[in-house]
């Protein structure tokens, strides 16, 4: 296969969470993914931003069978894994990794740096003591740090030393896509930066592919190839990250960029900024899901549910107006 060919490909993916009164009765659904369609392309970073709550943690992890699909389909490397029970889909996920958003929840406390890098490797490999150890002091030497770490602690390290165990734990199973959440929030600017760097040198020479969760759009701008934004459980615009940086078809997309601050310049596009809280996810509007935040708003968009169009190069937007 080819660089630039499709590696996974989503598909009408579905995650509803059930919603129960005190007696335990089911009343309703929350809707975390709401048909959400896209595709991913081989070596490349592939951004998904949107405020919080809107689901891109959910859709980690309903890509990496954490949450079971309510519908869709999650083609990887050829194979549909969404309905997949885990001890069936175990020998397709290991080649795609979640990296949480929380490194102390991927860090046992009671293991040693080195307890914790073999863990994956006893669960999904039979290789033996020797070979495991070789792999976890090769995949810490990636990472950037000295051996000497492997009989530490993790209370021991910093945060930014957590997340780099955290990433030499995925390496060790050499996943092809891995799924990034939130991988610099908590931490201070200057360990941002050196995160930032390390997440590209491993790219290149693991010749990774990832999808990289955000909310932080200045880091989206600066390392993804292309972009997906999310409002309440759907994509509503996503396309290469120059044309929606420059020409966001969206009114959230614009909406969303008039909130980063800019330095020494204007904007292409006439922006707004967003005003109150998003509707409950249990109860959605009718028609399109923006439209009680949209100030560019019009009967029809109480009507029909726009899908995503794909009328400009690069770039697709799920909204009436936008042109
Ligand atoms: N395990 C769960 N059970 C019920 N609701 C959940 C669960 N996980 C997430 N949600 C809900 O799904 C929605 C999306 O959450 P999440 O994916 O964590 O958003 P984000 O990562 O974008 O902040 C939220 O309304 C959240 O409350
Ligand atoms: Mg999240």
């Given amino acids: 296969m080819s660089a630039g060919d499709v590696i996974l490909e989503v598909a009408g993916l579905r995650k509803y969470f059930p919603v129960r009164n005190v007696w335990k009765r089911r009343v309703g659904w929350l809707r975390a993914l709401d048909d959400v369609s896209f595709s991913v392309r081989r070596g490349e970073i592939l951004g998904i931003v949107g405020e919080s709550g809107c689901g891109k943690s959910t859709l980690g992890k309903t890509l990496m069978g954490i ?5 869709g389909r999650v083609v990887f490397e050829g194979h549909d894994i969404a309905r997949l029970k885990p001890h069936q889909s175990r020998r397709f996920r290991e080649h795609l990794q979640y990296c949480y ?5 991927s860090l046992d406390p009671r293991w040693t740096i080195r ?8 669960v999904h490999t039979d290789l ?10 090769e995949m810490l030497r990636a990472v950037g740090l000295p051996e000497t770490h492997l009989d530490l602690y993790p209370h021991e390290i910093s945060g930014g030393q957590q997340r780099r165990v955290g990433l030499a734990r995925i390496l060790t199973l050499k996943p092809s896509v891995v799924i990034l959440d939130e991988p610099t ?27 990289f969760i955000s909310h932080d759009l200045s880091v989206v701008r600066l390392i993804c190839d292309r972009v997906a934004v999310m409002y309440l459980g759907r994509i509503v615009e996503i396309g290469s990250t120059g044309a929606v940086f420059t020409t966001p078809r969206h009114p959230y997309t614009q909406s969303l960029l008039a909130a980063i ?23 959605l509007p009718s028609g399109c899901r923006f439209r009680t935040r949209c100030p560019k708003a019009q009967p029809l968009c109480a009507q029909r549910d726009p899908p995503l169009r794909a009328d400009w190069p690069d770039q697709q937007a799920a909204c009436h107006l936008a042109d």
Avoid: M
């Fill in 185 to 211: 929030s908590g931490l201070d600017v200057s360990v941002q930066a050196t995160i930032l760097q390390l997440l590209l040198s491993l790219q290149r020479q693991f010749g990774l592919t990832y999808l």
């Fill in 261 to 283: 601050p800019v330095i020494g310049g204007r904007r292409v596009t006439e922006t707004f900024a967003l005003e109150g809280e998003p509707p409950s996810p249990t109860n």
């Fill in 115 to 122: 307890g914790s890098l073999h863990e994956p490797l006893i």
């Fill in 101 to 105: 958003q929380d490194p102390g929840a």
């Fill in 67 to 71: 949450h079971t699909a309510t519908a």
């Fill in 128 to 137: 033996p003591r020797p070979e495991r150890e070789a792999r976890v002091r």
